[in-house]
């Protein structure tokens, strides 16, 4: 099987093992540090086997021994090695069938690769099967002339279904769309992304995180591509990294500004990196974030800011906002105010995600203390409800180091008590909760003032008869604090 990273060889491999009841597996894979060490991986495979090395033809068993470090001796003849891992294997299918999957191939140590397609291109009536998995880009040679089977990217509907399998919860309907068409049909971005760079890094779509859970050789390896490529085109490469819609219209408005030309998209484009269309999309999810990442703060400022000033404030108002917040190095009321706004937007369209990460931008950028404690914990409520509990404690942990006034403080004991209860901490949460009921008293006088059964949406005071005075039942209400009915 071959395919690009992410596609989904190694789920095969475990689906094939699943699929083989009766049969013994036998599993491997090359490993990047080991390529440099002779029948690595076929030690790997050979281990287990090895209580039917004694039944080998004697010259076969030297030059195994040899190979897997059992015996001393001189170099061992390639043929025989192969020859006795061919028939170790086929010894050891005449009980039960033998399955062998070599995962990551392309990090076969090249002695362990000949071997193994030298048993491949022998087996006929032995019950053994051997499929390998290995990256497109990384070609084996010694596999060449073996059957293969390339894996393609999944539908966008395939890929959707497979998002909402990922119990990573509702997204915005944007939010989703985005992530569908930045993986690219990739099961594995699919599934790694939204937990890579959380909920809030993709909140409404235009969050760029710096961090990812793929392999870090994977950036590495496209890092040193675009460092191949004419400065013009890796100004132009970040801007469309730094915005993550893929609108090309926004690119090509800000090269224009930038005095970047429309000839600056051509060597990416060439070298496969990027494709400008009806959407700017790159090779690979991870190249966005190879590019941005890579990048300096500066330089990331400075995208920022350019896609700010090309973006329509009446249009795409949240998108603007985004951009200025990442391209701001001080704190800016009117920048916090403009993201405060897009809050609400977000959170008017179900996106609570969105909202967090708009509101915690809001609170950083923020130059009057009190009202960045008030936007912490507003971005903390959102983070809670969108299933962030650790976050939102981490904001409110903040908000309580600033100056609030007490009905705020009321608001954050009232959080706190939720997130315990969402933990299942069950008595903290009750005495935060009564804490909070307490603090809220002499600051609410519309909950001083009303019945404890009114509030809870009760048509009567619970135990009242039908003929008994309102005011008396009001009274009768009041006669004890409400935070004490709690308990």
């Not at 495979?45 to 001796?73: K, N, T």
């Not at 070298?271 to 790159?282: C, K, S, Y």
Request: charge should be neutral; aromatic fraction near 4%.
């Amino acid at each position: 099987m071959r395919g690009e990273p992410g596609i989904g060889k190694t789920a095969l491999l475990d689906f094939a093992a699943a699929g083989a009841a009766g049969s013994r597996i036998l599993r491997a894979a090359g490993v990047w540090s080991e390529l440099e060490l002779a029948y690595a991986a076929l030690h790997q495979l050979c281990m287990p086997l090895l209580d039917g090395i004694e039944r080998l033809p004697a010259p076969q068993r030297d030059a195994l021994g040899v190979a897997l470090g059992l015996s001393g001796g001189s170099t061992p003849d390639r043929f025989l090695v192969g020859l006795a891992v061919l028939t170790l294997m086929s010894d050891a299918a005449e009980t039960d069938p033998l399955v062998v999957l070599v995962d990551d191939a392309h990090w076969l140590d090249r002695s362990s690769a000949r071997v193994l397609a030298f048993v491949a291109r022998r087996l006929q009536a032995e019950s053994v099967a051997i499929l390998f998995a290995a990256r497109d880009e990384g070609a084996v040679d010694e596999l060449a002339g073996l059957p293969d089977l390339r894996l393609g990217a999944l539908s966008n509907a395939d890929a959707g279904e497979l998002l909402d399998s990922a119990g990573i919860g509702p997204l915005d309907e944007r939010v989703r769309d985005r992530i569908i068409a930045e993986a690219d049909g990739n099961p594995l971005a699919l599934l790694e992304l939204p937990h890579a760079l959380s909920r809030a890094g993709f909140a409404g779509g235009f969050a760029i995180s710096d961090r990812t859970a793929l392999a870090g050789r994977i950036e590495a390896s496209f890092r040193g591509q675009v460092a191949q490529l004419p400065e013009e085109t890796q100004r132009l490469l970040l801007v469309g990294a730094a915005e993550p819609l893929g609108d090309p219209v926004l690119l090509w408005r800000a090269a224009t500004a930038l005095g970047l030309p429309v000839e600056a998209a051509a060597p990416a484009e060439e070298a496969d990196l990027i494709t400008v269309g009806a959407r700017v999309t790159f090779r690979h999810p991870l190249l966005r974030s190879a590019l941005y990442g890579a990048a300096s703060p500066e330089q990331r400022r400075a995208a920022h800011r350019v896609l700010a000033e090309v973006t329509d404030p009446e249009l795409d108002p949240d998108r603007r906002a985004w951009h200025r917040a990442q391209a701001a190095l001080a704190p800016d009321e009117h920048v916090a105010a403009e993201l405060e706004a897009s809050a609400e937007r977000a959170r008017a369209r179900g996106g609570i995600a969105a909202a967090a990460a708009f509101l915690e931008r809001a609170a950083e950028l923020s130059p009057d203390e009190g009202r960045r404690a008030q936007r912490r914990l507003a971005a903390a409520r959102w983070k809670r409800l969108a299933g962030l509990p650790d976050a939102a404690s981490t904001l409110l942990a903040d908000a309580a180091r600033s100056p609030l006034q007490d009905r705020d403080r009321a608001a954050l004991q009232r959080l706190r008590g939720q997130i315990a209860l969402d933990l299942g901490r069950d008595s903290d949460a009750a005495r935060l909760l009564l804490d909070a009921a307490r603090r809220f008293e002499p600051v609410d006088p519309v909950l001083r003032a009303t019945p404890i059964w009114r509030r809870s949406g009760r048509r009567r005071a619970p135990g009242s008869s039908r003929t008994a005075s309102r005011r008396r039942r009001e009274r009768l209400a009041r006669r004890r604090p409400w935070w004490e009915l709690l308990a």
